[in-house]
């Protein structure tokens, strides 16, 4: 089952149905996930590097209603190629927050696609409901990560240990202070 497609200035947002991510994690093939969109995928993404895929296919097949939340090509409307993904780590907490995650390819950097593809989640998530606080942890030397979530105002609210990534630092936001500063963007 597809999600609705979400809308930015310039990228699409394209949902991924459970049978799509099982395929791209166990198979290494997108046929499934790329099934009828008009949409490519030369840079391989979710194929080559699996990223999210180990973590939100076990969750997905615990439980297919949580893939709602999850991952989503990012797709460059002007060339219909696909530059990137974004998931959410999971369903609402029982405190009602939702951490994100995003990797765009490198040839795609700087042109701000990643601003734009967290922007147009945070705008669709923010109106689910259960949803009150958006989180995103970095590392302190992923700069331009940093200048993106404090672009949009989020707070420094401490830091974590990630068993893989190390030292990270936890960006928080209301889902209403969301919508009342950036509810139109993104749409």
């Given at each position: 089952m597809y999600e609705p497609l979400i809308k930015t200035e310039r990228l699409d947002l394209h949902h991924i149905p459970?049978?799509?991510?099982?395929?791209?994690?166990?198979?290494?093939?997108d046929l499934l996930a790329l099934a009828k969109r008009s949409i490519t995928n030369p840079h391989q993404v979710l194929v080559a590097h699996p990223g999210p895929l180990r973590w939100r296919v076990p969750q997905v097949k615990a439980d297919p209603s949580t893939n709602k939340w999850f991952i989503r090509f990012i797709v460059l409307r002007a060339s219909s190629e696909i530059l990137g993904s974004v998931s959410f780590h999971g369903i609402p907490d029982d405190a009602g927050?939702?951490?994100?995650?995003?990797r765009i390819e490198e040839q795609f950097w700087n042109n701000g696609y990643a601003k734009e593809a967290l922007c147009g989640m945070w705008n669709w998530v923010s109106r689910e409901s259960g949803v009150k606080t958006l989180r995103y942890t970095v590392s302190p030397t992923n700069i331009a990560s940093v200048k993106i979530i404090c672009g949009y105002g989020f707070k420094n609210i401490g830091q974590q240990i990630d068993d893989e990534d190390g030292p990270e630092d936890i960006y928080e936001m209301s889902a209403v202070d969301f919508l009342s500063e950036w509810g139109s963007a993104g749409q």
């Amino acid at each position: 089952m597809y999600e609705p497609l979400i809308k930015t200035e310039r990228l699409d947002l394209h949902h991924i149905p459970a049978d799509g991510l099982i395929s791209l994690f166990e198979e290494k093939k997108d046929l499934l996930a790329l099934a009828k969109r008009s949409i490519t995928n030369p840079h391989q993404v979710l194929v080559a590097h699996p990223g999210p895929l180990r973590w939100r296919v076990p969750q997905v097949k615990a439980d297919p209603s949580t893939n709602k939340w999850f991952i989503r090509f990012i797709v460059l409307r002007a060339s219909s190629e696909i530059l990137g993904s974004v998931s959410f780590h999971g369903i609402p907490d029982d405190a009602g927050v939702v951490e994100i995650g995003i990797r765009i390819e490198e040839q795609f950097w700087n042109n701000g696609y990643a601003k734009e593809a967290l922007c147009g989640m945070w705008n669709w998530v923010s109106r689910e409901s259960g949803v009150k606080t958006l989180r995103y942890t970095v590392s302190p030397t992923n700069i331009a990560s940093v200048k993106i979530i404090c672009g949009y105002g989020f707070k420094n609210i401490g830091q974590q240990i990630d068993d893989e990534d190390g030292p990270e630092d936890i960006y928080e936001m209301s889902a209403v202070d969301f919508l009342s500063e950036w509810g139109s963007a993104g749409q």
